[in-house]
């Protein structure tokens, strides 16, 4: 029993705008069928490039989704961001009346990875191709990893705590995480989450270093973790915001608990060092389960991070054997992303989105395009498997080094 | 160059720099009203302000991006393109 003055975090409301569907319910049946989206990328000045498959956003009107004095100031990171704000408040039934009532109890937290670079880009051509004089003003802002945050906060008229994380991938469990600190701190809610757009001639040569990327141009065999044929990673844009708040708030708004955000830890262990991954992994696994007081046996799923990388992924089922024991290798693993790509920072926050519905239809979702796993995992492959789902685990790791992992529970029990 | 800038191109101006649609009769009647008002931000209107200078080829004084309406903005984009002239 906890004490009455402790303050839970739950998750309310989820907003997706993913290469698989662009509202939550178009993201959940294309995620729980293990549809793969992933195709040639047809993002123009893209053709040239030796990375040829992606998880595109093709589904989305940034017109019809937001305000045109936002989109002019705005990358598409951000246009991302503020429609999947949208999709999360109003699933949370969270109007502009209701939170106008009291501003400063609801703030944002986002992660970002690589910022605004297609609105950076263009002002750039226009810095060198023109002169100075032709740069926008908001050149100042829109590239920038904090920009989500300031313009879903403006937008909305939130004036609670805002925050942005810059943690490499791993940063988008790592901004979950503070949101939940700043709502057991007292704050209502948080709209917390990321998306990321990587798509875009500068930003894509930006990752054409990373020795992790896959450059296989058959969609169907670019991104196949845990085999022997695996040859890195796909990219992806898009994301998901989720609202983050006060169990007991929720409970007096008579909105559901959808799941609690039970336990969170992270670790460093440097840049591409996938051998150390793996205790770095088990070592956030460990401080995860600990701080949700979950026992290892009590985990129904686990999300992994799922690199495609041979020495990475051996690490990470390493790590969750290590992490949990015996039990490691009976409970199911899925790695839904291998349908969409790995958007960076919001790679983990979709994961997390999967793994809330995951819990609440009692389905594992699969892990498309993998087949002949080569580790010592149950990986869910081929179909949904039913499964009855109290606890989830999320794993994210970052190409930089950072390890993070989120214990998720069920929210039944909570219900309004 | 002389020509002196009406509504209706602050109007364009505003849209293309700040994302802000208001039909030029609009701008005329609401000319007293806030820049902040109309949805045009400080960021905006230093957009509008260089898109000005670089259509023009003239610089605005500092006081072009501090102005407060479009009645003073216009007055005083107005004169300076006049004594440039």
Known sequence: MSAPHERRAAVTGIGVVAPNGTSTDTFWKATQQGLSVLDRIT??????????????????????????????????????????????????????????????????????????????????????????????????IAWFYAASTGQISIRRGFKGPCSVVAADEAGGLDALAHAARAVERGTDAIVAGSTEAPLAPYSMVCQLGYEELSTVEDPTRAYRPFTDAACGFVPAEGGAMLVVEAAEVARERGVDVRALIAGHAATFTGASRWAESREGLAHAIRGALDEAGCAPEEVDVVFADALGVPAADRAEALAIADALGGHGRRVPVTAPKTGTGRGYCAAPVL??????????????????????????????????????????????RGLMGSNSALVLRHGAGERA | MSAQITVEELAGLMKKAAGVTVAPQDLEQRADSGFDALGVDSLGLLGIVGELENRHGTLMPPDAERCKTPRQFLALVNTTLMAGA
């Not at chain 1, 937290?109 to 690589?114: D, K, M, Q």
């Not at chain 1, 892990?367 to 109290?390: I, K, W, Y």
Request: proline share 5%; aromatic share 6%; net charge negative.
């Open chain 1, 43 to 140: 993002r123009e000045g893209c053709e040239h490039l030796p990375l040829k498959v992606a998880g595109e956003v093709r589904d989305f009107d940034p017109a019809a989704a937001v305000e045109e004095r936002y989109l002019v100031q705005t990358d598409r990171f951000t246009h991302y961001a503020m429609a999947a704000a949208d999709l999360a408040l109003d699933d949370a039934r969270l109007g502009q009346a209701d939170t106008s009532e009291a501003p400063f109890s609801i703030g944002v937290v986002t992660a970002a990875g690589s910022g605004g670079g297609e609105f950076g880009q263009r002002e750039l051509q226009q810095l060198w191709g023109k002169g100075s004089r032709f740069v926008g003003p908001y050149q100042s």
């Open chain 1, 351 to 396: 994961d997390t989105a999967a793994a809330v519905l995951a819990m609440e239809h009692g389905l594992i979702p699969p892990t498309p395009n993998v087949f002949d796993v080569c580790h010592d995992l149950d990986l869910v492959t081929g179909r949904a498997r039913a499964a009855e789902l109290r606890t989830a685990l999320v794993l994210s």
